[in-house]
């Protein structure tokens, strides 16, 4: 079935550093993935869409200059905290699919912690 | 973002027994739906889904039923067990491109032995 691999698992960074998180779809090509994030004890929030060879579209109130989103191929789309702040500290899982009727993959998630 | 920042209500259930899981959705013009489990620390765990062109659906031990008139959907657990315990999702395909899916506040579960 489809996987999709998403590293690093965890990452602990300092204050003020960017952080890159990598989502894989490995067995099928990816034109769509989408980028969430979850707080403790919450639902996932969707930050952004991000689409193959264009620009990621973000979701009301997620800053995209602060949230870089990159999907440079059909089966990589990168997410990249910058200049992470404590307030950053979540847990991000990026999905593939919901195109053609295909079933939507999620990743394992990143947990960030910022400190 | 969207999606519902609440914290998790909690269902407790004695092993064995069936468990039911409510979800309100927002968008009436939503045409399917999708129901995960979520383990502590990792990413949803696809359970079932089901078109709005149904109003229900069975799969092994689970059971999701549509009312697209409150705009309510509910999963049905049998025979739960430990490892039921978890935290479940319903998600909505967003109408419009790139077809979206928006979760719902989500129930943890919670069966004792």
């Known amino acids: 079935g489809a996987v999709v691999s998403q590293h690093p698992s965890r990452v602990i960074c300092k204050s003020g550093t960017s952080v890159k998180i990598e989502c894989r779809s490995l067995d099928f090509q990816a034109t769509t993935m989408f980028w969430y994030r979850q707080f403790p004890k919450q639902s996932l929030m969707l930050m952004a869409t991000s689409n193959e060879g264009s620009k990621a579209t973000y979701e009301q109130g997620v800053e995209k200059d602060k949230f870089l989103i990159n999907h440079a191929s059909l089966t990589l789309s990168t997410l990249t905290v910058t200049s992470a702040h404590p307030e950053d500290s979540s847990f991000y899982i990026c999905s593939a699919g919901g195109q053609g009727g295909r079933g939507y993959t999620f990743g394992s998630g990143t947990r960030l912690t910022v400190v | 973002g969207e999606s519902v920042g609440l914290h998790l209500p909690t269902l407790s259930v004695q092993e064995g027994d069936n468990s039911i899981i409510n979800c309100a959705y927002s968008?009436?013009?939503?045409?399917?739906f999708i129901w995960y489990k979520q383990e502590s620390g990792k990413g949803p765990q696809f359970i079932i889904d089901i078109r709005s062109n149904m109003d229900k659906r069975q799969g092994q031990r689970v059971t999701v039923l549509l009312n697209k008139t409150v705009k309510h959907l509910s999963l049905q657990i049998a025979a739960t067990q430990p490892g039921d315990s978890a935290v479940y999702f319903c998600?909505?395909?967003?109408?419009?491109?790139?077809?979206?899916?928006?979760f719902g506040a989500g129930t943890r579960l919670a069966v004792h032995p």
């Open positions: 998600a909505e395909k967003s109408e419009g491109g790139y077809n979206k899916l928006i």
């Open positions: 968008n009436s013009a939503s045409d399917y």
